[in-house]
């Protein structure tokens, strides 16, 4: 059975995609150097490693929805799963380099994006978690199939500011936030009522007025 390790060795944001997209580039050597593996079929399970990095006191408070009261953390502080990579990695002898392309949302439902967004600076510690199928060549170069052990993984620290300039980029000085259709409507209907152009006129106006009301 083929001895692989697997690496993360790099990540950039791709310039010009549709939507946000992070490649990793991941780096799998065989143990003999002369081995010939014909194709993996690699299935990455990617985790947020939240535990691997400290949290100043302004990051705790933004981290307020993800993990609640600060004095909870022993219990609410874990791992949380980013997303799910699948690829098929081409023939190769003794070592290889492929791309991991993993999508990202600015939707602030998504229990990712509001950890990643809270972060100010220092880098987001990933872990990689790989499953899949080895097609390899026996000894008479006959085929042979074997499953990645699950115990196989790699680690890799994302500087946070790679994020934040992706979304910069693609959302400049934006949020995005989810709606359900009803709460879309009846917000609508006040902009139309209150003759407001922009909905950020909507939610600053309904802002001050909940401000009002706690200081009378």
């Known amino acids: 059975m083929p001895d692989l390790t697997f690496e993360v060795v790099d ?3 791709l310039p010009f995609a549709a939507i946000p997209t992070l490649t990793f580039r991941l780096r799998i050597t065989a143990q003999h150097k002369e081995e010939t593996i014909h194709t993996i079929a690699l299935h990455s399970q990617v985790q947020l490693a939240v535990t691997r990095r400290q949290y100043s006191p ?15 953390w022993g219990s609410t502080l ?4 980013w997303t799910h ?3 098929v990695v081409p023939r190769f002898i003794g070592q290889t380099v492929v791309d991991l392309p993993i999508s990202c949302t600015y939707d602030f439902d998504v229990v990712s994006t509001k950890y990643m967004a809270a972060l100010e600076d220092g880098e987001i510690p990933l872990l990689f978690l790989f499953s899949g199928t080895i097609f390899y060549a026996g000894a008479q170069e006959q085929l042979q199939v074997e499953q990645i ?3 196989t993984e790699a680690s890799y ?3 946070v500011v790679n994020w934040q300039e992706m979304m910069d980029r693609y959302y400049p000085n934006t949020a995005w936030l989810h709606l359900r259709r009803d709460m879309f409507e ?3 209907e006040y902009k139309l009522r209150s003759g407001l152009s922009a909905w950020e006129d909507v939610f600053a106006q309904l802002l001050l007025a909940s401000e009002k009301e706690v200081w009378t």
């Open 11 to 13: 990540a950039e944001a």
């Open 58 to 72: 302004a990051v705790q408070a933004r981290l307020l929805d993800v993990f609640g009261e600060r004095h909870r």
């Open 78 to 81: 874990h791992n949380l799963l």
């Open 85 to 87: 990579v699948s690829t």
């Open 149 to 151: 052990p699950w115990s």
């Open 157 to 159: 620290r994302l500087p």
């Open 186 to 188: 009846r917000l609508y």
